[in-house]
């Protein structure tokens, strides 16, 4: 079959299952399948039987609405390649935002030491020891699953990981810490209809869902970053965008923040709340 002809019929196939990226997805598959650079595909004359096979049986996955990550099996973060699969969850584009803020914030300090709370991946951290080398990166997991992935993504980089509660963690930087980064669970618990299928049915739920209305989590994350900072540090958190006001509310329900301001993506939507530990 034509290259193009069976890029056509792939593409229109996500389109009817409801893959919000249709076209893109058909095309990065078929790349994974030939080892080939994504501008390369219009030189791809003809499949052959074996990659016309390998191509359909990974086109009917994505259709089932399995991540497209899952299937390549990485994801790109901002200037790195991570690995990713089943038992993690996959960082978004949205995400890179917060963990740019953090670069920025590190790169103006000397030595810093940053902490990044529920780590999945790995993403933030890795993206943080690749452009901050200077920086001292700690991170941590709960979930069993996850913290494989980011053993590996994190794997020679000099990343301080850990097993452990976000709530507990890192006893032995408490009041040292210059930047608290953050991407917990903020769905709430009802919203589960509402949630894409590749995320709902694949990634794992404690990286997705916090309590009745979302927040529990940025709850948890507030009081253990006022623990962790020294006075003046900064915490970043992703939130819902639905959460523009609730998630900087629960900093400013205290008194122990100033400088608390919430930040939009490139869309325009609420996406992650910023705050400085009060002197």
């Known amino acids: 079959m034509r290259a193009s002809t069976a890029r056509r019929d792939a593409a229109a196939r996500l389109r009817d299952a409801g893959v919000a990226s249709p076209e893109r997805d058909a095309d990065l598959l078929l790349a994974h399948v030939l080892d080939v650079a994504l501008g390369r595909l219009p030189l791809v ?3 052959g039987s074996p990659e016309q096979e390998a191509y359909d049986a990974l086109v009917a996955r994505r259709a089932a609405r399995e991540p497209l990550q899952h299937l390549t099996g ?7 390649e991570l690995a990713v ?9 949205e995400t890179e935002l917060l963990a740019g803020w953090a670069i920025d914030h590190l790169l103006t300090l000397e030595r810093p030491v940053v902490v990044d709370l529920c780590t999945g991946s790995g993403a933030i951290a890795r993206a943080i020891a690749d452009e901050v080398p200077g920086a001292d990166v700690h991170a941590v997991e709960l979930d069993e699953g996850a913290l494989a992935w980011a053993e590996r993504n994190l794997a020679g980089t000099g990343v301080d990981l850990r097993h452990g509660d976000l709530a507990t963690a890192f006893d032995d ?8 980064v953050c991407n917990p669970p903020y769905i709430p618990l009802e919203a589960w209809e509402s949630v894409a299928a590749e995320a ?3 990634d794992p739920h ?13 709850r948890v994350l507030e009081r ?3 623990q962790l900072l020294r006075p003046g540090g900064v915490v970043g958190a992703e939130h819902a965008d639905v959460q523009g006001e609730s998630a900087p509310g629960v900093f400013t329900a205290t008194a122990r923040w100033t400088d608390v301001t919430d930040h939009r993506d490139l869309a325009g939507r609420p996406r992650y709340v910023t705050a400085r530990l009060a002197r």
């Open 74 to 80: 990485t994801a790109a973060f901002r200037h790195v």
């Open 206 to 218: 404690l990286a997705l869902f916090s309590g009745q209305d979302g927040l529990d989590a940025i």
């Open 45 to 47: 004359d003809d499949l």
């Open 224 to 226: 253990r970053a006022a």
């Open 85 to 93: 699969g089943p038992g993690v969850f996959v960082p978004r584009p």
């Open 200 to 202: 709902r049915d694949h």
């Open 173 to 180: 930087l408490l009041s040292t810490v210059d930047v608290v």
